[in-house]
Each structure stands twice: as C-alpha cells, then as structure tokens.
C-alpha cells in the first residue's frame, strides 16, 4: 500500500517508514504534517491510516508527493501511447537541430577515445547552458548532454519531456498524466545517468569511454516505459484524495497547520545539499533555462539548507522547534545519533530545551546511509533516533 517511486534518492527511509508511522500514529492525530516529505517514503507509511499534508522546497520532489500521495486513477499505456506521435516529431526536430553533435557522437562511439569525446564536445561551440539552445524543448540537450547524458539520449529525454506538456496543453492528457510521465522520467534519469544516480558531479569520460558509450547506448523510451509500469502510487484514490501537499521552505510556512498538529521532520543530515545532488531533477522538471555554472552544471538559484551548515544547524533546528511552540504542536523527528547538529556541538534535547519544550527519545534504529559522493562505495550503518518534541507542560 505504501507505493513505489523507483528513484535512486540519497538517505531514504522506506525501510522505516513502517516503524515511525506506528510511533506517531500512537496519539491518533486527525492528520500529519510531513516537513521534509522529499520523495515521499515516509509520508506513505500513512496510507489508508491517516491524511497526510507533505511539504518540501524542491519542485521535483513536489512534484513526485502530488503523483505519490494526492492523485486519482491512473492509466499508463495510456500516457505512453497519447505522447508516442508527439515524441516521435519532437525527436526527429531535434535530432535535425543537432545534427553535427549527433554525427561528432556517432564517431565517438564507433572509435571511442577522450579525443573524440572532446570533439563532441567543440561540435556545440558554445558552453553548456541557453546559449547552445537551437529550438524550444531543448534543454537538456543544451544544459546535459555529453556529461551526465549522451547527445542522442538528451535529445530523446528533450522529446518526452515536451510531448508530456504539449500533450497536456492541447487536453489530451491530465494534470495527473502528465506528471505521471514526468516522475517516470526523473526516475529513468537516475538510472540511466553516467553519475553515481544523483548529479554533483558526472563522471569523467577519460580512462572509462568503453563504459562511457555502453551507458549512452542505452534507449530513454524503453527506460521510460520501464518505470511508468514500475510507479505505483500509495494507497487507495480515496485516501490519497485526503491529503495535500506543498512546495514551501518548513521554516518560514506560512500555510496554516490546523488544529494541533503532529509534524514529521526527517531534514537534512550532512554537509550533501540535496538541490546540488539533485539540480538535473529540478531543472528537468521547472524547464526554465537557468543560469548554470560548474562542471556539474548547477543553477546558480539552488535552495542551500543551513540543516548541511555547521554554522547554521543550530539556528535551524530553533526555528522548527519554534513552529512547534507556535502552532502548539507535537513533532517527531527523525535524526542520525552522529549528524550535523552533534558536529555543531548540540543535540536536539538542548535545543529543544532552550526553546522551552521537552525532547523524549522513543526509538532506535540502524539504518543504511548512502556515502554521497563516493562512487561505488559501500553504504555506512548509521544509528538513527526517533524523537518526540512537545511541551513541558504536557
Ligand atoms: C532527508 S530528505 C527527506 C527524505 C524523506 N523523508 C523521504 O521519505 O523521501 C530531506 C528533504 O528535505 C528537503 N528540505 C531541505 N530543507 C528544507 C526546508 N527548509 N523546507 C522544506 N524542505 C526542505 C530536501 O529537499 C529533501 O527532500
């Protein structure tokens, strides 16, 4: 009942969600703020027990909460065979548009080395970003291609990405449709990236251009089509009708929090800020040509979280708990026993405390913690606890 988004996403908990759900359902609360909802795996350990109200920054993960949580009835072949038409014409414009890329890149693969890589490379003759834009629909081939992706690849990520909106546009899909088609993309991303399934960086093509061309060789259509049939949402149409969500920064809502509510907060636990570990998600899904910079290409407008700042965590975790002792709430957050906040030399009862509330540990648990950054290597075990934040008086 829980769903299946199949994206390959930093620091999931879906392992747990079962668990922290059973905790906080304990008080029976008429609903459930999730603050820091990311892709959803806990905010659907809800489902069929209890509304939800998911909110995170990011417009991707918005994005996948709304399909996860808070749509109705979906049909995929469906969605697949309205865009086909549309993919196919947009595909074939572009593949006209970058014709001198896609032959610099048919001659990679056919002799790979890094000096045909470069050649790809120069065929574009301007810097990744707007400027190698050559028709609308065109941005991922202009901010991703020869990196994360392979030209032909971008080029067909570019199609689906329009014939979804275009579709939309002209009524032959849904709201729901179309983001159904979206969140398959994201998903197809992540596993078809030549990068370790998050985007802070690609990995260099010198040394590795046999494993190079095989990744660029492989079809985004098929890959889309596999994860459309693989995404299920969570639970049924009528309790997923209860819920809301919203894109929105925790610590300066302005939504209203009805009632007394009890919030989740599962926020950021390391220096990895997750708008630099996911920018090609959020750019593919907002398609609004930033301003990009680095070797990784990111937008230079991405959302930083003092929750991955020394300097800023303890501020951080002050501010949640004000809004606890604001809305007269109860929270429970989940939160690695050795994380940021410890580095920064405090804990969550001495900040809950000199905000004035009282932190109550109600479990542990050992959870498996994806290194960013590091490649192929082996995920650490990591002690993670459960806290429940109210006030004293209760
Ligand atoms: C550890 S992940 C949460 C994973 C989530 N529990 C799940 O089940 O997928 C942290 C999330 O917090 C989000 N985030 C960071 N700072 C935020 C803020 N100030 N307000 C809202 N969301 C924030 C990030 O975008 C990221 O999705």
């Not at 072949?77 to 593949?95: C, G, N």
């Not at 693969?109 to 028709?135: D, H, I, K, N, Q």
């Not at 941005?139 to 014939?163: H, K, M, P, W």
């Not at 061309?213 to 492989?218: P, V």
Request: with cysteine; aromatic share 10%.
């Amino acid at each position: 009942m829980e769903g299946n988004v199949p994206i390959r996403y930093l620091g999931s908990k879906s392992r747990v969600a079962a668990t922290i759900a059973r905790e906080v359902l304990n008080g029976h609360p008429t609903q459930v703020v999730d603050l820091f909802a990311g892709v959803g795996h806990l905010s659907s350990g809800f489902a069929m027990k209890c509304p939800v109200h998911s909110i995170d920054v990011s417009a991707f993960a918005a994005e996948i909460l709304m399909w996860r949580i808070a749509s109705g009835p979906r049909d995929p072949d469906q969605v697949a065979a309205t865009i086909e038409p549309i993919y196919a014409e947009h595909q074939s414009l572009m593949s006209d548009a970058y014709a001198r890329e896609r032959e610099a890149e048919a001659t990679f693969f056919a002799s790979p080395s890094a000096a045909a890589f470069m050649e790809v490379e120069a065929s574009f003759g301007s810097e990744p970003g707007e400027t190698r834009c050559r028709l609308d629909g065109s941005l991922i081939t202009s901010y991703f291609a020869n990196s994360y992706f392979g030209v032909r690849q971008a080029i067909e990520l570019d199609a689906i990405r329009c014939a979804l909106s275009r579709a939309r546009s002209e009524g032959r899909l849904t709201v729901d449709g179309e983001r159904e088609g979206l969140i398959a993309l994201l998903c197809a991303m992540t596993h078809l990236s030549n990068s370790p399934g998050h985007f802070a960086q690609w990995f260099a093509v010198e040394g590795r251009v046999s494993e190079v061309t095989k990744l660029w060789s492989r079809g985004v259509w098929t890959q889309w089509r596999r994860e459309l049939h693989r995404m299920r949402p969570a639970g049924t149409v009528d309790w997923r009708r209860g819920n809301r969500v919203t894109r929105a920064n925790s610590l300066e809502l302005d939504v209203p929090l009805a009632g007394r509510p009890v919030m989740l907060a599962d926020p950021p636990y390391t220096e990895a800020q997750y708008s630099r570990f996911y920018h090609v998600l959020e750019t593919t899904t907002l398609y609004d040509y930033p301003e990009c910079h680095h070797r990784g290409r990111y937008r230079s407008d991405r959302y930083k979280s003092p929750f991955s700042h020394r300097t800023g965590v303890i501020e951080a975790f002050r501010s949640l708990f004000d809004l606890t002792l604001r809305s007269n709430g109860e929270l429970f957050v989940t939160y690695p026993e050795c994380a940021m906040l410890h580095k920064a030399g405090s804990s969550i009862p001495d900040v809950a405390m000199e905000v004035g509330l009282r932190a109550t540990r109600i479990s542990t648990y050992e959870l498996a913690h994806a290194a960013p950054g590091r490649g192929q290597a082996r995920p650490k075990i990591v002690k993670e606890e459960l806290w429940r934040v109210d006030a004293q008086s209760r």
